[in-house]
């Protein structure tokens, strides 16, 4: 019926049956009954034709569209849904960074963020990876590594700059607790240090000049011009990281206070050379002024060598505890392996010590905790110092500290160059002006045995012991140096045999700061009766694993918190590194603890007071007094000894002694702890507790 309704009106305006008013009043009428015949037809599925066809198939189209918006916003849900159950990428605080250097746009520097796949991360010229684990395990890490095709200054620099930049707030944080808190302590300490910086930069003006002249043909110092290249890379990463992190820090530490972080090692000497040649005249007589000498406790190390059981092959047990302020403890273990060159000349060959692995701090380029493990080309060694004593001030006058060269360039340059414990010694003597150590440095390789040895005669079946134990010597050679600085002078030898020609085929030697060498001994006036230097037979066999070395530093640690109110200080010795190598396995095990010492069993027995303290009981009283670690504590050390701008000495009580010295305590340190007595202390990104295990580092590269 609807249909021929349709049909009909159609007819009606074509043939003119009726009048227009009349048409028109249909045709609206029509148009409603279109519209329900098309929803009708749609709903039953009936086919109509003409008009209303197309009418329908636009509706379709339009309806197919809905459809399919509604199917994709119902997918997107559900996969939505199902992304959220997904495992997602844990990261551990690695971030990654690489330096792209080319002739023609220079440095760009490429941030990977977060990274798992180390591995992956673009070399470029130089790449780095740090993790701030702090917080975890007292340690940040590091590791750099750049490319030999790219050329040694754009290695040097563009390491600096991504060290730098990935570690600016740590270097802004350990800059505020040591330099700028001991610095703006009051106007002693201001023109010391302005007369400090004022020092280090002509002598850095000096140094460029030089290097500039002779690092063509002198290897040493294209080594020391790398260093410094790499210090400005450093300063600039610095500026850039704090700009990128949109922080106002980018220009808070001046060139003169990274040349000062660098030159920590130093400071305590070119402090007393300040306060007798500086302040009171460089023709200071022992009859007008007393002698201002500051001592304060030193690092410790211990080293023991000895065979295995067939004697063929030897293992090294190896100690060291750093000393220093607690608010400087912002650490970080960190490996640099850079392919320089060993000339300035690219067609050199790389420099034999390529992979140097060391404990160290933010912003500083070397180990001022004088700990290295040096990889290379044809070496495995380690090298480790610890302050020396010095009671002759008289030496100094024959120093020139205006040509004097920071121990941690001459240090990075020793390492990198020396093919031997020799070489590295000879590198180390130049420029002996500031940096009072002693040192000990042992050639891994050659703890290991010559196959020769062991080749038996064709004829006899037997081994020629005669000509086996020449070779033996011969290989062992050099296994172990000692060399020892006081102001001006250096005296370094080779001591194999005295540590492997022992009487019980077993030599300890403990080093904290007391002249090895009879020569240094007698030039620095020190009294080494008033010291135990050597253990017995029966302690040096206790020492037979890390575990036994770790008690041994543990127990003769110094805390200077556990001393009575009056009398703290915030200094002491603040981590162990613990390290050792089976040549026969040719295995290494290395592992280090951050913060203040103290004894982590319970049952271990600390020493009687004489024993603990290093000192022979027979001595008077007054004999003990010249223990730096007992008979001194400073005016405000806790806040100077970063710097260790001293001004005047205070002696100790002696029970105060025996619970610094004996009674190390089975707590960790605590900042909160010592709230009161050290408030004024900066150790801003440190941790309240340092309560922390080992930590072994992992490379990547």
């Not at 040493?220 to 300063?235: D, S, V």
């Not at 390529?354 to 290295?372: H, N, Q």
């Not at 590198?427 to 009072?436: I, K, N, Y």
Request: proline residues 3%; contains cysteine; hydrophobic residues 40%.
């Amino acid at each position: 019926m609807l249909l021929g309704f349709s049909l009909g009106v159609s007819n009606c305006r074509l043939v003119g049956v009726c009048p227009n008013d009349k048409c028109s009043a249909i045709s609206a009428i029509a148009k409603l009954r279109v519209f329900y015949f098309e929803f009708y037809a749609l709903e039953k599925g009936i086919k109509t034709a003409g008009t209303v066809l197309k009418v329908v198939g636009a509706s379709w189209q339009k309806t197919r569209i809905g459809t399919y918006i509604l199917i994709g916003a119902g997918l997107l849900v559900i996969g939505a849904f199902f992304i959220s159950y997904l495992e997602r990428p844990e990261y551990d605080g690695t971030y990654c960074a690489t330096a792209f250097w080319t002739k023609q746009f220079g440095f760009q520097i490429e941030y990977w963020k977060q990274q798992n796949d180390l591995l992956n991360i673009p070399k470029g010229a130089a790449r780095i990876c740090y993790k701030d684990s702090i917080y975890e395990n007292g340690w940040a890490q590091i590791e750099i590594e750049t490319q030999r095709t790219s050329p040694d200054w754009v290695q040097a620099y563009g390491a600096g700059v991504i060290e730098g930049s990935l570690t600016w707030n740590q270097i802004y944080n350990q800059w505020l607790n040591t330099i700028m808190s001991s610095c703006d302590r009051d106007e002693n300490a201001q023109r010391f240090c302005t007369w400090l910086r004022e020092l280090l930069e002509n002598n850095f003006n000096e140094i460029k000049e030089t290097a500039a002249s002779k690092s063509e043909h002198d290897h040493y110092w294209h080594q020391i011009n790398l260093y410094f290249i790499q210090l400005k890379g450093l300063e600039t990463g610095y500026r850039q990281g704090a700009k990128r992190a949109r922080s106002d820090l980018e220009a808070a530490i001046p060139w003169s206070d990274f040349l000062l972080m660098n030159s920590a090692a130093d400071i305590h000497d070119l402090k007393i050379y300040y306060e007798n040649y500086i302040l009171n005249g460089i023709n200071r007589t022992a009859n007008e002024t007393e002698p201002k000498n500051f001592f304060l406790p030193s690092a410790t190390m211990i080293t023991k060598i000895y065979p295995t059981g067939n004697a063929s092959t030897w293992q090294l047990l190896f100690g060291h505890s750093s000393a220093g302020s607690y608010t400087s403890m912002l650490r970080i273990q960190k490996r640099y392996k850079f392919h320089y060159h060993i000339a300035s000349n690219q067609n050199s060959n790389t420099v034999p010590g390529m992979d140097i692995a060391f404990t160290g701090y933010p912003g500083i380029l070397a180990s001022t905790d004088d700990f290295y493990i040096i990889k290379g080309r044809q070496v495995h060694a380690i090298v480790a110092g610890v302050g020396i004593k010095n009671e002759n001030l008289d030496l100094w006058q024959t120093v020139n500290v205006q040509e004097a060269m920071p121990l941690a360039a001459r240090v990075m340059a020793a390492n990198r160059l020396a093919q031997s414990r020799r070489s590295w010694t000879k590198a180390l003597s130049r420029h002996p002006f500031t940096g009072s150590k002693q040192w000990i440095t042992i050639d891994l390789n050659k703890l290991s045995p010559l196959e020769s040895l062991y080749e038996l005669d064709e004829n006899n079946l037997e081994v020629d012991e005669e000509a086996a134990s020449i070779e033996r010597q011969n290989h062992l050679k050099g296994l172990v140096w000692i060399a020892e600085q006081l102001p001006g002078r250096m005296h370094m030898k080779d001591v194999t045999a005295s540590f492997l020609e022992a009487v019980d085929n077993t030599t300890t030697w403990l080093a904290s700061g007391i002249p090895y060498y009879k020569e240094i001994l007698e030039a620095s006036s020190v009294n080494n009766e008033a010291y135990i230097t050597n253990l017995t037979a029966a302690e040096s066999r206790e020492l037979n694993n890390l575990e036994a070395i770790d008690k041994f530093l543990r127990t003769r640690g110094f805390r200077g918190d556990l001393l009575d109110d009056e009398q703290s200080v915030a200094y002491g010795n603040i981590d162990i590194k613990l390290f050792a190598y089976n040549a026969r396995l040719g295995m290494s095990d290395y592992h280090a603890f951050a913060g203040p010492v103290f004894i982590r069993l319970q049952h271990v027995q600390t020493r009687s007071l004489p024993a603990a303290m290093g000192y022979r009981g027979d001595l008077a009283p007054a004999s003990l007094i010249r223990d730096d670690r007992l008979s001194v504590v400073v005016d405000d050390a806790a806040e100077l000894a970063e710097l260790q701008v001293i001004t005047e000495r205070r002696t100790v009580r002696d029970d105060m002694r025996a619970i610094a010295m004996s009674q190390i305590s089975s707590s960790p340190f605590k900042w909160s702890s010592v709230a009161e007595k050290m408030a004024t202390l900066q150790h801003a990104g440190h941790p309240d507790e340092w309560n922390f295990g080992k930590v072994s580092p992992k490379w990547a590269w």
